[in-house]
């Protein structure tokens, strides 16, 4: 087992994401492995923290890749959020993504939280997706 499927797997979903139209259509262009410097819009997708775990097996080594998703909205209520967390997991839905290093062998939706964050004028939908590298 190896962290070196960590960065190729996180460039891979990102690019994912960015070229998905639906998700783009409900975002635009904000979504980010970073968030930018200044003010962010109302709306957006962040790429967070993960945990990995070895998962070796008989045939070579691997990782189980816990990823943390957010969608950050300005609006009132839940509902522009919600959607937008949809689309990200619809986005994800299909594993073959390709990576410079190391074979995706499953990505699946795990859980999700929906909470009011900060003064409560902020809505977040943090999810978790699981991915299955294999380094062989």
Excluded at 92 to 108: C, E, H, K, Q
């Amino acid at each position: 087992m190896s962290y070196g499927s960590a960065a190729p797997l996180q460039a891979a979903i990102y690019q994912r994401l960015v070229g998905d139209p639906t998700l783009g259509a409900i975002v635009g262009s904000a979504i980010y492995d970073a968030l930018p410097a200044g003010n962010l819009p109302s709306l957006y997708v962040s790429l967070g923290g993960e945990e990995v775990k070895a998962r070796d097996e008989f045939t070579g080594g691997g990782a189980v890749h816990l990823l943390k998703l957010s969608v950050v909205s300005a609006a009132s209520g839940f509902a522009s959020a919600k959607e937008a967390a949809s689309a990200v997991c619809d986005a994800l839905d299909d594993p073959a993504l390709s990576l410079t290093r190391g074979r995706l062998v499953s990505l699946r939706f795990v859980r999700a939280k929906a909470a009011m964050v900060g003064n409560g004028q902020t809505r977040r939908i943090d999810m978790t997706f699981r991915a299955r590298v294999d380094e062989t």
